[in-house]
């Protein structure tokens, strides 16, 4: 009787920790969408590549120059100051966003030898 009762319990403890992975799996699941969201909204990202560099300056540029259109989202991306005109001034934004992001990877090289 004992040992039915322990088993029961050996049962419902396995269910509970079964559960309890998938909630977790689930959770991560859900925090990797929130990550990806949060990268796609990344203001400067034209091209989407979830980073701000020199290539997102040259696509405002090529824009500026005619050579290629923006989608509604990447222009929205583009404006880094909000002022509803796509203009030199976000291209210089997106560089030294860009430049910034390189500065501090090679200080951060330096520290680590
Ligand atoms: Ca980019
Ligand atoms: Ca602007």
Do not use: W
């Not at 405002?60 to 990447?74: C, D, F, N, R, S």
């Amino acid at each position: 009787m004992d040992e039915g009762r322990e088993l029961l319990i050996l049962k419902s403890s396995r269910r509970v920790f079964l559960t309890c992975i998938i909630f977790l799996f689930s959770f991560s699941l859900l925090l990797d969408e929130v990550h990806s969201a949060e990268l796609a909204v990344l203001k400067g990202d034209v091209d989407g590549n979830g980073a701000v560099t020199a290539n997102d300056a040259l696509m405002v540029t090529k824009y500026l120059k005619g050579k290629i259109t923006l989608t509604p989202e990447q222009i929205i991306l583009a404006d880094m100051n909000n002022d509803g005109i796509i203009d030199n001034a976000d291209v210089v934004s997106i560089l030294s966003i860009h430049v910034g992001t390189q500065t501090e990877k090679k200080r951060q090289k330096c520290q680590r030898i």
